[in-house]
């Protein structure tokens, strides 16, 4: 199950010669994640479970050699997990990102903290909101509330470079504009 609706899909298998559908469910995040492993230049593959490395080295039998589990790295994995979850991203320029989550939808603020340029403060948190809504999957509507741009050309410039970093996204994205109040808007597909 993911968040409202139920995920699965069909697959077409030959049996005693007769075509047979099978409904299974789609794979776990953990599994697409090692299916985009193979595209990239990986040293080692981490697991956080003893019973996933089993199964992620029989399901891709190419990547075992790279899979691990160790107990000591398992904590230091947690801590890391840990930091990915927080609510709130420091961002190099002084601006914070602040991550809100309903079940209606994701709000997402940027603050200005101790950054003194705001239109650098706001296309460095495009670039990382698009990082942040990858890493933790986040999908439905989501709202970004950036800070205020006067100028139409910063405001275009900061879509474009909001856009651009979701077009490499699995998942598709769509960033619908700037509304009056100056807020972000774009949906992030669930398949």
């Known amino acids: 199950r993911h968040g409202k609706a139920y ?19 789609p794979p776990e995040p953990w599994q697409r994640a090692l299916s985009h492993a193979k595209q990239e230049n ?3 593959i981490m697991c956080s479970e003893s019973k996933i490395l089993k199964s992620c080295q029989e399901q891709l039998p190419m990547l075992a050699p790279l899979m691990t589990y160790d107990a000591v790295v398992r904590a230091d994995l947690d801590q890391a997990c840990d930091a990915l979850a927080a609510p709130r991203i420091s961002l190099k320029c002084g601006a914070e990102l602040v991550i809100e989550s309903t079940e209606a939808l994701t709000a997402i603020d940027v603050n200005q903290a101790t950054a003194s340029h705001i239109l650098t403060a706001n296309l460095e948190a495009m670039k ?5 809504i990858r890493l933790r999957d986040i999908r439905g509507i989501i709202v970004i509330d950036a800070l205020k741009l006067s100028a139409r050309t910063d ?4 879509l474009n470079i909001l856009k651009t970093a979701v077009s490499t996204d699995w998942r598709k994205v769509h960033v619908f504009g700037m509304t009056k109040l ?4 774009l949906t992030r597909s669930s398949a």
């Open 128 to 132: 990382e909101t698009a990082r942040q």
């Open 155 to 158: 405001q275009a410039k900061l």
């Open 182 to 185: 100056g807020l972000i808007e």
């Open 42 to 44: 990986i040293a080692a």
């Open 7 to 25: 995920g699965a899909k069909l697959a077409k298998v030959q049996h005693m010669d007769l075509p047979l559908g099978i409904v299974t469910l």
